[in-house]
């Protein structure tokens, strides 16, 4: 069984009178362990086909099955323990709480799941590090760069060791040797634990890093290995 499958998905976006369609048919599926690249033009659907992954949104028509379970089938409370207990997601725009500083941004993914404080502290602060930034804990995020935003946003979605990364442009804001670093903790866990991870990217430099590429333009897969 495959890990993720998405079977001939399509997704319309309604702009006011206008429908728009951002995937056309896509049939796709990802196997544990890989380590994905979606990539393409600006607009031609990545985020929407991540976003579909990690159940933040739903599609118009076609099918998402996570370990073989349709996720149209799955109850709010269920999609919840998925999103919580199986995923890690890092949002294109971060998505961090502001109210909160680094290190409660990224205890809170534990904190869900009733992890005691003392160690979630601990797991979080050792994630903070790995990204460079244990001086920054206790900075709220409208005290950071949107580099500094993009690490914390990491170290959230890998504090609960995810079976599944997602990871929207991940490296968009940030320099060549903080990205090749980033990079590094992601590949290490996708081979020391076989997370398997699904990245999109503009970023030439991460598609050499890659086991798989799949290409989207203008909402269709244009290339790569056949699925
Ligand atoms: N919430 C929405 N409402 C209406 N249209 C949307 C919405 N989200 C995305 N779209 C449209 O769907 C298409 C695909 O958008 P998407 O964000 O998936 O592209 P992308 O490949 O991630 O682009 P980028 O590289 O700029 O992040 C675009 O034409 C976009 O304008
Ligand atoms: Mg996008």
Not at 111 to 126: F, L, P, V
Not at 127 to 136: A, K, N
Not at 144 to 155: L, P
Not at 183 to 209: P, V
């Amino acid at each position: 069984m495959k890990l993720i499958e998405l079977q001939r998905i399509t997704k319309h976006y309604h702009l006011g009178q206008t429908p728009m369609t951002a995937l056309k048919d896509v049939s796709l599926s990802f196997d544990k362990g890989e380590f994905t690249a979606v990539w393409g033009p600006s607009g031609s659907g990545k985020t929407t086909l991540l976003n579909l992954i990690g159940t933040i949104d739903e599609p118009s028509s076609g099918k998402v099955l996570i370990h073989g379970e349709d996720v149209s089938k799955m109850s709010d409370n269920r999609k919840s323990e998925y999103r919580n207990k199986k995923i890690g997601f890092i949002f294109q725009n971060f998505n961090l709480i502001p109210v909160l500083n680094a290190l409660e941004n990224v205890m809170l993914p534990l904190q869900i799941r009733n992890e005691k404080t003392r160690s979630a502290k601990s797991r979080a602060m050792d994630r903070l590090s790995q990204v460079g930034l244990e001086h920054l804990a206790l900075n709220r995020p409208d005290m950071m760069s949107g580099g500094q935003r993009q690490r914390v946003a990491i170290a959230r979605a890998l504090v609960t060791d995810p079976e599944v990364v997602v990871a929207d442009e991940p490296t968009a804001n940030l320099d060549l040797a903080t990205s090749m670093g980033i990079m590094d903790i992601m590949q290490k866990l996708n081979q020391s634990e076989g997370a398997t991870f699904l990245f999109s990217t503009h970023d030439q430099r991460l598609l050499d890093r890659m086991t798989r590429l799949v290409r989207l333009e203008d909402g269709c897969i244009a290339d790569g290995p056949a699925n």
